[in-house]
Every structure is written in structure tokens, then in C-alpha cells.
């Protein structure tokens, strides 16, 4: 007959089992925090040293994107114009997210506004590569590492730049992630987010209209 003690108490655990039992559970719930943590933390790392740049790194085509970004703050149109005349080039989706700076701010402080921009752009794609590796894999653990692989990455150093390249990282990881899920999950809805998906990528580099072909 179990005696009255280990009705009411239960059977006793070793400190040992104990500790193991807390360990496992507060892992899961502090990895998270953790993770938002570091991705704050490189959002920070980068915007600090991206903004105190203040001369060009490719002249050319940042000075393309600087003039098609003030197109459209004075057009107020996507049409790629530069100094009144058409220019044949349609990744517009970076000179349409930095246009309010050149729009509101001389060059300069309008070029670092747009530095430090690319900084959380560039880690934001930690958020589609978190979903798409979970989807994958069926575990957060995995969506935690691909998310802070995707954000801590040598494509930091873009930030200090005006190139296109800010903008399509995350275009393309959310077009990755849109694209599986309306592979794995058929719907309207999905196809549908998914053709979103591949527009935003398309606009963000003309280039990765191959993600129609690949996908």
C-alpha cells in the first residue's frame, strides 16, 4: 500500500532528473529570445558601421540607383528615368524603398539613411529562411539556425552600398519560401502569394526571373 507522503507528493525525483527536466524546458523558450536577440544585434553591428560611409563602393551603378530613386520621388512614377530620359533597367523595388530619403533629404544624409535601411533589409531575410527551413524540416531548431546563417552573413557589407542586391536578398528568400509552400500546400491562395513572391523578386533584380524556371 503506497503510503500517504507519496500519494500526496509523488515519488521523489533525484536533483539531478530535476535540473534535466528544467533544462529542457527552458531551453525552447529562451532560444527564441536569444535568436531575436542576435539578429537585433547584427542589425545594430551593421547599420553602425554602414552609416559612417560616405563615399562609393561601386560609383556607377550607385549613382544609377540614387538617380532612379530620386525619379521617383520627383515623377512619382516606376518608370525607370534618369536625368528625363528612359533607362532600361526595372529592378526598381530598392530605388522605390530609398526614394523618400532622396525625396525628403539632401544626398548625403539621404545616403545614409538608405545605409542603415540596408541593414535591417538584409536581416529581415532571416524571417522567410526561418519559416522555409521549418517548413522543410518540421523543426524550429533548424528554422533558428537557418534564420541567423541567413542574417549573420559576409552579405553584411552590402549594406554600405546602394546596389540592388540589398532589397533582392530578402525578395528572394521570400519568394523561395512562397514558392514551396504552394508546392507543398496547392491553393489558390498559395499560387498566388507565390506569383506575388516572384514578382517582388523579379523587381528586385531583374535577374531572378530564373526562380520561374528553377521552381
Do not use: K
Not at 76 to 88: A, D
Request: hydrophobic share 55%.
Amino acid at each position: 500500500v503506497p503510503s500517504y507522503d507519496l500519494v500526496i507528493n509523488g515519488p521523489e525525483r533525484s536533483p539531478a532528473l530535476g535540473s534535466t527536466l528544467v533544462g529542457r524546458s527552458v531551453l525552447p523558450a529562451v532560444l527564441p529570445s536569444v535568436i531575436v536577440g542576435g539578429l537585433l544585434a547584427a542589425v545594430g553591428a551593421a547599420m553602425y558601421y554602414a552609416v559612417r560611409v560616405n563615399t562609393w563602393a561601386v560609383m556607377t551603378d550607385e549613382a544609377q540607383v540614387a538617380r532612379l530613386a530620386i525619379s521617383i520621388g520627383d515623377e512619382l512614377s516606376l518608370v525607370p528615368m534618369i536625368r528625363g530620359s528612359y533607362y532600361g533597367v526595372h529592378s526598381q523595388l530598392y530605388p522605390l524603398l530609398v526614394a523618400p530619403f532622396y525625396a525628403t533629404l539632401d544626398a548625403p544624409a539621404a545616403a545614409s539613411a538608405a545605409h542603415a535601411l540596408n541593414a535591417i533589409l538584409l536581416v529581415s531575410a532571416a524571417v522567410p529562411a526561418f519559416l522555409l527551413a521549418r517548413a522543410v524540416t518540421g523543426t524550429n531548431s533548424a528554422g533558428y539556425v537557418a534564420a541567423a546563417l541567413t542574417a549573420v552573413s559576409p552579405w553584411l557589407v552590402l549594406s554600405s552600398t546602394l546596389l540592388t542586391e540589398n532589397a533582392a536578398y530578402p525578395a528572394f528568400t521570400w519568394a523561395v519560401f512562397l514558392c514551396h509552400r504552394a508546392i507543398v500546400r496547392p491553393s489558390a491562395r498559395g499560387d498566388a502569394c507565390a506569383l506575388a513572391g516572384l514578382c517582388l523578386a523579379f523587381l528586385a533584380r531583374t535577374q531572378l526571373v530564373v526562380l520561374v524556371f528553377a521552381l
